[in-house]
């Protein structure tokens, strides 16, 4: 059993603590927060027979916990990384990982030292479907890709964290990386940004990006949309030679259509798992590297999330 402690007991934390009630495999035993009386009332909501722990410190320390999540604001994950990695804690980091590859690289070489597994909590990485959608491009079901487009917009332009550029806020850092994602996983690794449009607030804050990525030797195109002012349908496609993907919700993959070049659908599987279920894979992921040993999870190795966090810098200075 992976006893989990939670750094930082936010909106996304709850949804997590939830989404692992009654799990066989891991358990929430610990929850921090800077305020004690925030942690007990987190825990109380969500994972009552969790330990609550006086400050983040004491939870990295506990020998109680075998994986501490790491929910804090985006600024934040590499100062509670480098504190649970020096305790000689696994860890699992919320996305956006770091706020630039500088620590990113920092994290990887703590850990690496310390030989303590780390992982980017990239949710749709260690999805079914995702896998499915990986295996139909590797068996060539729709030929060579040839051009990639996913979109993922919510209306969550009045969440505060949002709005704040100490808090590293923006539609890119809180939605972005999940489109970069999707054109790693299927565009490849070897592919650069080309163009980049951003709205931005007074604050610097990006209110919705628009960016064009394309392989190294130009065969693969891909264009890729976030926003944090409107609900956009977060649908994602790929384009082969001998036909297309369609993906509903690249956020939680809820369905997947493999289709032929005339649009003749050839095979379809709907996610049917509630929601909040997606994000027990990460868990049980990490939980099972742990138990082999490993000290990255194979769904999100250490050489993607560097990638990410390259392609998040050259975005970030291109807006």
Same mark, same amino acid.
């Given at each position: 059993m =992976?006893?989990?402690g939670i750094l930082g007991c936010g909106n996304i934390a709850a949804k997590v603590a939830d989404s692992l009630k009654g799990n066989k495999k891991v358990v929430i035993a610990g929850v921090a927060s800077r305020e004690r009386n925030k942690a007990k009332k987190f825990a109380a909501n969500h994972c009552p027979d969790a330990k609550v722990f006086s400050g983040y410190e004491k939870l990295a320390a506990s020998d109680e916990i075998n994986l501490v999540y790491i929910a804090t604001p985006n600024t934040y994950h590499y100062e509670h990384a480098i504190l649970c990695i020096k305790e000689y804690k696994n860890v699992l980091i919320e996305k956006p990982f770091a706020m630039s590859k500088a620590e990113v690289d920092s994290i990887f070489f703590e850990a690496k030292n310390r030989n303590v597994f780390v992982a980017e909590a990239m949710w749709t990485s260690y999805l079914p479907l995702h896998k499915t959608v990986l295996d139909w491009i590797a068996k060539g079901r729709i030929g060579a890709v040839k051009y990639v487009t996913a979109n993922l917009g919510y209306d969550i332009a009045n969440v505060p964290r949002l709005n704040s550029p100490v808090l590293g806020g923006g539609s890119y850092l809180d939605l972005g990386v999940y489109t970069t994602n999707f054109a790693l996983s299927f565009m490849g690794d070897d592919i650069k940004v080309s163009r980049v449009f951003a709205r931005r607030l007074s604050s610097g804050i990006d209110r919705d990006t628009t960016y064009s990525m394309e392989s190294e030797d130009g065969s693969i195109l891909g264009n890729f949309y976030v926003t944090m002012c409107a609900d956009t349908d977060k649908d994602g496609v790929i384009v082969g030679e001998r036909g297309k @993907?369609?993906?509903s919700n690249i956020n939680n993959y809820r369905k997947v259509? =493999? =289709?032929s070049s005339e649009d003749t659908l050839l095979e379809e599987i709907? !996610?049917?798992?509630?929601?909040i279920h997606g994000y027990v894979y990460e868990f049980e992921s990490c939980a099972q590297? @742990?138990?082999k040993g490993l000290i990255q999870a194979p769904d999100m190795p250490w050489a993607r999330? @560097?990638?990410i966090a390259q392609? !998040?810098?050259t975005i970030r200075s291109m807006m």
């Open positions: =992976l006893r989990v @993907i369609k993906l259509e =493999l =289709l709907v !996610n049917k798992d509630a929601y590297a @742990i138990s999330t @560097i990638r392609i !998040n810098d």
